[in-house]
């Protein structure tokens, strides 16, 4: 990404985005062999990992832990990829996240104040 210019860097990040958003693993994995951050941020903190977790994409969350993701990390708002999977509903993704240690009390709200508010707390172990 160093031959880039800052608004093509910007670009590109925002394609990563809308993949990982999207459930796009093939392009998005396409995009970090060619050197993209696995960990990357969007203007809000985001991680591709978070976006893949809070629209249920389990195949895109597996990748990108099998990939070196950060479970932990969280976005502007104090939000964990794990906690927003849990705000959604989405079971395997939370499960795939728990399997991959996430923390559970990170974050604000964390996972397991969200799991309580949301009335979710099966999917914690």
Do not use: W
């Amino acid at each position: 990404m160093n031959a880039l210019s800052p608004e093509q860097t910007e670009r590109v990040i925002a394609l990563a985005m809308d993949m990982a958003r999207g459930g796009r693993t093939s392009e998005l994995l396409e995009f970090l062999d060619h050197g993209l951050p696995i960990d990357v941020r969007d203007p809000g903190g985001n991680t591709l990992l978070m976006l893949a977790a809070y629209h249920g994409h389990e195949g895109t969350v597996d990748a990108l832990i099998r990939g070196g993701a950060d479970v932990d990390l969280r976005n502007d708002r104090d939000q964990s990829p794990v906690a927003g999977a849990l705000f959604k509903g989405e079971e395997e993704v939370v499960r795939i996240l728990v399997a991959a240690g996430a923390d559970l009390d990170a974050g604000t709200p964390s996972a397991r104040a969200t799991a309580q508010m949301f009335g979710r707390t099966e999917l914690l172990p």
